[in-house]
């Protein structure tokens, strides 16, 4: 099937789209190039000003109408994400449900943070004046989206530009982009105009044009950190949104609930086969606990099942290519070339690599500096609660980090120490609800996501103010 939006004269060959489980074709969709990009500016122009033309409850109707569609249909998007993107049917379903509240948010937000009066005769020599603020559209935002959560990080971009009144060109990635051409295809349904949203699929020669456009007045982009450099540096003066991913860090306490921690923490390192920016890859336990924990934790890695997303017996689907999985493999090999000990796993059946748990990694290494982005984990010892505290920041970058504990003073000192942009206490570090401020802290990110606060990075402040003197 073929599912591009575009009323382009394309003529490179289609993108195809690949089970990432056994190679099969899913669909095909148009590959647009640079040379398309000023038809693509032209219509979302005409989108901006149709989208800033929408009345407030006209923008919510149809955010609203895209949900209700959207949760009827969650069912064929639940299996179209397990096609295209290799989660099992479990975290399609889930994903399908957060899309849902996530444009439910966004159409609550397009009703309610229209502005604020602005109190002017709180300061004197204005009081004479009175006046407030609206909150207007940028214009066109470009919106580029990973793999991982095909449809909502897509709904995450669109919703809150929406309601803000504004246009998108929308370049979701080639390996799993027709999820986000389904949603696209839901709203249009749901009455919004054609060119407020423009999906164009492509390469990386797509994605610098577009950027560099002037015109252009937002980036919101969710992806590597070498890619996001790459867009500041070509970007020039634009806002930029970014969450360039995490390497998050987990803290087990010696006194918290250990059977909880190890329920959570399985969870929280192998759902969608580790790629996951918010999921959790170090695990930093108490000396005193630590045997008790690592037995517990390998047990229940070694009992996950790798392999086709569409069986329900899976635990862990394929990686979305063959190369990522290899990619894995062979930072799991540097890792154990360097030093560390194999607890579980490193097993690799094409796309499918299995839970794999290390200790004694090297802090020096790929695997515990950078984001690995796979079903692997590291255990670490430590004595004391300092320690953790320094182990968990020694990265440049962090999205979410996590701490059990049955200790509310160690709770509130780990929330204030640690330097990410969300702390879960008695949680894994994936944890997220849409409705929350999402980003990272030091190189993970520029801006926030999470509907209100992107709704708020998608609208600029205008002011009104009236001189009435008596």
């Not at 423009?198 to 992806?223: P, Q």
Request: charged share 20%; glycine share 10%; with cysteine.
């Amino acid at each position: 099937m073929n599912l591009s939006r575009l009323a382009l004269a394309v003529v490179e060959p289609p993108i195809d789209v690949l089970n990432p489980f056994d190679g099969s074709l899913v669909g095909t969709v148009a590959k647009v190039g640079a040379a398309q990009v000023p038809q693509l500016l032209e219509q979302g122009r005409q989108g901006a000003r149709l989208c800033a033309a929408l009345p407030r409850h006209r923008r919510a109707r149809i955010l609203e109408q895209a949900a209700l569609a959207i949760e009827r249909d969650a069912h064929g998007f639940a299996r179209l994400i397990v096609d295209e993107a290799g989660k099992t049917l479990v975290q399609a379903q889930k994903e399908v449900k957060r899309c849902v509240n996530t444009l439910k948010l966004s159409a609550e937000e397009a009703k309610r943070n229209a502005g604020e009066v602005v109190p002017f005769d709180a300061y004197e020599g204005s009081e004479s004046r009175q006046g407030w603020f609206t909150r207007e559209p940028l214009g066109l935002i470009v919106a580029i989206t990973p793999y991982n959560d095909p449809l909502n990080l897509v709904a995450h971009k669109l919703g809150p530009a929406i309601a803000g009144g504004n246009a998108v060109i929308l370049k979701p990635s080639e390996l799993a982009p027709l999820s986000a051409l389904r949603l696209v295809d839901y709203l249009v349904q749901a009455g919004l105009p054609e060119a407020v949203v423009t999906v164009a699929t492509g390469g990386a020669e797509l994605g610098r044009a577009l950027v560099a456009a002037r015109e252009v007045r937002m980036i919101s982009f969710t992806g590597g950190f070498v890619t996001g450099e790459q867009i500041a540096r070509t970007a020039g003066l634009k806002k930029l949104a970014m969450d360039l991913g995490g390497n998050a860090p987990v803290i087990v306490m010696g006194d918290c609930d250990l059977p909880a921690a190890i329920d959570s923490c399985v969870s929280g390192a192998f759902w969608a086969a580790g790629q996951n920016c918010i999921g959790t890859q170090r695990l930093l336990v108490q000396a005193s606990v630590y045997e008790a924990f690592c037995e517990g934790f390998v047990r229940r890695a070694e009992a996950l099942v790798a392999g086709d997303p569409a069986l329900a017996s899976t635990d862990i689907g394929p990686m979305i290519t063959p190369q990522a999985a290899q990619n894995a493999e062979q930072v799991v090999n540097d890792a154990l070339r360097d030093g560390a000990r194999l607890l579980c796993g490193h097993r690799r059946q094409g796309s499918c690599y299995g839970a794999t748990v290390l200790e004694n990694v090297d802090h020096a290494s790929r695997l515990w500096r950078e984001e690995v982005f796979a079903p692997v984990v590291v255990l670490q010892p430590f004595d004391t609660f300092d320690e953790a505290i320094a182990l968990a920041n020694e990265p440049e970058y962090s999205l979410h980090a996590g701490i059990f504990t049955g200790n509310l003073a160690t709770a509130m000192s780990a929330a204030r120490r640690i330097e990410a942009g969300g702390v879960m206490i008695n949680d894994s570090s994936d944890y997220r609800f849409d409705a929350m401020p999402f980003g990272g802290s030091k190189y993970g990110s520029l801006g926030r996501e999470g509907v209100r606060f992107a709704y708020e990075e998608m609208t600029q402040p205008k002011v009104v103010c009236l001189n009435t003197p008596t």
